[in-house]
Nanobody, 114 residues
Framework: QVQLVESGGGLVQPGGSLKLSCAASGSIFSIYAMGWFRQTPGKQRELVASIGRPANTNYADSVKGRFTISRDNAKNTVSLEMNSLKSEDTAVYYC????????WGRGTQVTVSS
């Protein structure tokens, strides 16, 4: 069973930056389009960034120009670099295939606050 582990979250001031990382126990990143999702209490989990094959990327309008998704197939990692963070980016961030094929990891909390 593939396990997804997210890391890199934390508390950051508005305008700051964070880089999230996702590691998988299996070699899935070279096979599937991968995505970063986020969820806040009472809301559905939403896809904010995705990277396909070879490396085409897509972003939600709310993060376009501020977030960058990348993938290292050799290391089985997917990263999300987040810049110019806003309070509305506060959420728990998760990674998974775009099709949400695997069990969700625990996510990593990102809090943007002064």
């Amino acid at each position: 069973q593939v396990q997804l582990v997210e890391s890199g979250g934390g508390l950051v001031q508005p305008g700051g930056s964070l880089k999230l990382s996702c590691a998988a126990s299996g070699s899935i990143f070279s096979i599937y389009a991968m995505g970063w999702f986020r969820q806040t209490p009472g809301k559905q989990r939403e896809l904010v960034a995705s990277i396909g094959r070879p490396a085409n990327t897509n972003y939600a309008d709310s993060v376009k120009g501020r977030f960058t998704i990348s993938r290292d197939n050799a290391k089985n990692t997917v990263s999300l670099e987040m810049n110019s963070l806003k309070s509305e980016d506060t959420a728990v961030y998760y990674c998974n295939t775009v099709g949400r094929l695997y069990p969700w990891g625990r996510g990593t909390q990102v809090t943007v606050s002064s």
